[in-house]
């Protein structure tokens, strides 16, 4: 009984149900619950995206028809985007990491409320499972692109407007869950938890959760609008009722790009937390990270018609809305060489979250900067919508916030399993997963500036040396994933037990035991020194 | 289990605020829409909005505001422990947002009757800025309407919990919440009345 009762405090708030087997989950208010059934939902419907991408290259193999015929890639396309983009990378990191770490990190005991973020994810899979449905009802799969793009999408008799009230309620979830991390850290930080002890990781979330609150509205009128443009005819985007087809645009950049930072700057958070750890040095310049993420959800929120260029706004509109994206690289830079700045002379352990941090760095230097090219009108114009697009977000999203979200899975499990997977496995992933990804995308940027354009199922014969060179680049990429994935399950699983503070961070999470107690605190926490400051916690 | 149940009002009506700005946000869309297409077709908008009728608008305008008034009201009512006062008064509010449906059925079954409805063949053969306008007039007071019922079922949910004593005089949150929902119910229709029933010249 004893024994049991030892083993039941071991195993954390694993252990404590309070109603039995999946119910215990399913219905959980807490936050670290929460957390876990978002990660692995998440995960799920990651492997499904990454499996469609795997397709969408292997059709690309050769020009021509090679494994499906043009209307199934479209709406192969589509998913693999919808997927990614709703089910994937906007939830990823705030929704799982934030649930699980945020709380501990400003030592509180749950978020301002539970239960609300418990419909968060009930939404969550509601959308889901809408998003779903919408493949095999209706007059078939949905084959817009992520977009909607009007006239198409008001017109194509695919199962779009099942689509745009997944997304609506997907976007609900979303606001949710940002109402909750600002309530969470403006009202429940612990005694002595002031605004600059906060951790470069809640930060990040704070600013994001604002574009949560303030741009996701206005992704739900615009698809509230799609959907009455479809069912009852509203024709607010039909010029023919005199409405106009880029007023869609505007109105769906005005949330989708603000949305890129929701998908980005929690990645740059994790990025921030964990660097300092592993360099054994405070984060350089912490104000002005601080500060540099909270001018990327301002000046990100002003930038959207980037995305229009083409797409027959004035010329003024254009220039106007270049600079402001030339604007949003200051901060995001800042962040780059604060990064640096804290490896500099650093006793530098190179475990695998750092690894899959320092990925992040370089992969999404090189999309951002690859950003520009997009952001100056002059050379837009000719690389609009080729692969070369393709290939700059696949290195902002999936080589930013996919590793982010990679390295956040390496650093934190362990903290919330208790047990350690094998870091030399880990470390061979990593390095399969990198090689992968840079044959894959490179390869699309260099394409994309041949010419090839992007969302076609055939192509000219020229491109077909790149392709297949891109399409080899999925399978390594694939193979590392697997192995990366596996050995995390394995981990969590068999994995040795993990102590309480395995890389020596010196963020309250870490002085709590692997896996953290329900209530987290048995007593609430004074805060006495900066998350960073590694002698004052004893570490150094 | 916690020894104590965790109460902090402040972040409570906080969190509502925040879930207000999403509301204004949802609507924000609608108003961008209007502003670029009067900017577009401002002689078509003023045609069109003549053709609304303005007691109709008006009177609802009326209607809200009194509404608002007996949720502010009640309130006050519940915190000096006048909880029969207060269930009248949340039904006086109730009893407007249905006032308020009644007189939105007969103004838009009126319009209806004239073939004047989103997709019809009658509102096709209008001027495009005509069109547009009438287009977006029933999307935004559709999507108002909405709002009206939502908040009229929150606020007869909130007087269940009064009459089952879950709010009381000294936990009333979720009653101050809910006037919030419904005050912003009120807001929305200010703007909208004038934008659409007001416009001339």
């Known amino acids: 009984m004893t024994v049991d009762h030892a083993a039941a405090a071991e195993r954390g708030f694993l252990a404590e149900a309070r109603r039995p087997g999946p119910f215990g989950w399913i219905f959980s208010t807490d936050h670290k619950r929460i957390g876990l059934l ?44 919808v997927i990614m983009i709703f089910l994937f990378i906007i939830p990823g990191i705030p929704a799982a990491f934030g649930n699980l770490v945020m709380p501990i990190q400003i030592g509180a005991r749950d978020v301002a409320f539970p239960r609300l973020n418990l419909l968060s994810w009930w939404l969550y899979i509601g959308g889901a499972a809408l998003a779903v449905t919408s493949l095999f009802t209706g007059g078939g799969p949905p084959d817009t692109g992520w977009t909607f793009y009007v006239p198409f999408s008001a017109r194509t008799t695919t199962n779009v407007s099942l689509a745009t009230v997944a997304v609506f309620i997907l976007g609900f979830s979303s606001i949710l869950t940002g109402l909750n991390f600002v309530t969470t850290i403006h009202r429940l930080r612990a005694e002595g938890m002031t605004w600059t002890r906060l951790p470069l990781f809640t930060w990040s979330l704070y600013a994001t959760a604002w574009i949560q609150i303030l741009a996701t509205p206005v992704l739900g009128i615009t698809v509230a609008l799609l959907f009455a443009e479809r069912v009852i005819g509203t024709g607010l985007f039909d010029p023919a009722q005199g409405g106009d087809p880029i007023m869609f645009q505007h109105l769906f950049w005005i949330y989708s790009h603000p949305a890129v930072y929701i998908m980005v700057l929690p990645g740059m958070g994790v990025v921030s937390d964990i660097i300092p750890v592993f360099a054994r040095k405070p984060a350089f310049g912490y104000k002005a990270i601080v500060v540099s993420s909270l001018a990327i959800a301002f000046a990100g929120s002003l930038v959207w018609a980037h ?29 780059v060489f604060n990064w640096l700045a804290t490896l500099y002379q650093g006793s530098i352990l190179l475990d695998p979250p750092l690894l899959f941090a320092l990925s992040f760095i370089l992969l999404f230097t090189i999309g951002g900067l690859t950003g520009l090219v997009l952001g100056a009108a002059a050379t837009d114009v000719h690389v609009h919508d080729t692969y070369f697009v393709v290939g700059h977000f696949h290195f902002t999203m999936f080589g930013g916030t996919g590793m982010a979200f990679f390295a956040a899975m390496h650093y934190w499990l362990p903290k919330f399993y208790g047990r350690m997977y094998d870091k030399t496995v880990a470390t061979v992933a990593w390095g399969v997963i990198f090689t992968g990804f840079c044959i894959l995308y490179l390869s699309m940027k260099i394409v994309g500036m041949m010419g090839m354009p992007r969302r076609y199922w055939d192509y000219v014969p020229e491109f077909t040396g790149l392709n297949q060179l ?68 004893g570490i150094l | 289990m916690s020894g104590h149940e965790h109460q902090d009002y402040t972040g409570a009506k906080f969190g509502m605020w925040l879930f207000l700005f999403t509301e204004v946000l949802l609507f924000g869309g609608l108003f961008i829409l209007y502003a670029v297409y009067l900017a577009r077709y401002p002689k078509e908008f003023v045609t069109a909005g003549s053709q609304l009728n303005v007691w109709f608008g008006g009177g609802n305008t009326l209607v809200l505001l009194t509404s608002s008034l007996f949720v502010a009201v009640s309130i006050t009512a519940l915190r000096r422990g006048a909880t029969g006062l207060c269930l009248r008064l949340l039904g006086g509010t109730v009893a407007c947002a249905a006032l308020f449906m009644l007189n939105k059925f007969f103004e838009w079954s009126a319009k209806i009757g004239h073939g004047i409805y989103p997709g019809s063949a009658h509102l096709r053969e209008l001027p495009p800025g005509e069109t547009v306008f009438f287009n977006i007039y029933y999307l935004t007071t559709g999507l108002h309407g909405l709002h009206v019922v939502i908040g009229a079922i929150v606020l007869i949910w909130t007087m269940a919990l009064i009459k089952t004593g879950r709010v009381h005089a000294n936990d009333w949150v979720i009653l101050e919440n809910a006037g919030l929902y419904w005050h912003l119910v009120d807001l929305i229709w200010i703007f909208i009345f004038p934008l659409y029933y007001l416009i001339l010249h």
């Open chain 1, 470 to 537: 891109a399409t080899a680049g999925s399978w390594i990429l694939g193979i590392g994933l697997v192995l990366m994935f596996v050995n995390l399950v394995r981990g969590v699983l068999y994995g040795k037990p993990a102590p309480a503070n395995p890389w020596g961070g010196a963020t309250l999470e870490w002085q709590l035991p692997s896996p953290p107690p329900t209530e987290n605190f048995a007593h609430d926490p004074v805060v006495t020194h900066g998350p960073y400051d590694f002698r004052k916690a």
């Open chain 1, 38 to 81: 978002y990660l692995w939902s998440i995960v799920t419907f990651f492997c499904v995206g990454a499996l469609l991408g795997l397709l969408i290259r292997l059709e690309l193999w050769a020009p021509g028809r090679t494994i499906m015929d043009a209307q199934t890639y479209n709406a192969v396309f589509t998913l693999h985007g």
């Open chain 1, 307 to 335: 995305h229009m260029y083409t797409s027959g706004m004035s010329d003024l509109a254009v220039m106007v809305f270049s600079l402001l994206t030339f604007i949003v690289a200051i901060p995001s830079a800042v962040k």
